[in-house]
């Protein structure tokens, strides 16, 4: 089993940043990608970065140029660094691992930006 522990949301107002984390345990063997999914009140799920074993990343349009995602794999550890926040990027923030088309959730970290 995976275990998937976020970190660092809270309230920031606008403009601000915040850096959330997400450190995985258990069974975190072999090839592994991590990433950020987010929900706000009354939507759905929707994706906002990911990064693979190697290095490779991707970020949703909407946080394009403002959200960064890294990884240290020797902590298994991903982070999700968020810039120049908007409020409409209050939602709960949920780690995600994926591995061999198998999912892991974290249970979600809140983030509020206050305008």
């Known amino acids: 089993q995976v275990r998937l522990v976020e970190s660092g949301g809270g309230l920031v107002q606008a403009g601000g940043s915040l850096r959330l984390s997400c450190a995985a345990s258990?069974?975190?063997?072999?090839?592994?990608?991590m990433g950020w999914f987010r929900q706000a009140p009354g939507k759905e799920r929707e994706f906002v970065a990911a990064?693979?074993?190697?290095?490779?990343?991707r970020v949703a349009d909407s946080v394009k140029g403002r959200f960064t995602i890294s990884r240290n794999n020797a902590k298994n550890t991903v982070y999700l660094q968020m810039n120049s926040l908007k409020p409409e990027d209050t939602a709960v923030y949920y780690c995600?691992?994926?591995?061999?088309?198998?999912?892991?959730w974290g249970q979600g970290t809140q983030v509020t930006v206050s305008s």
């Open positions: 995600n691992l994926r591995r061999t088309g198998t999912d892991y």
């Open positions: 990064i693979s074993w190697s290095g490779g990343s």
């Open positions: 258990g069974r975190t063997f072999g090839d592994y990608s």
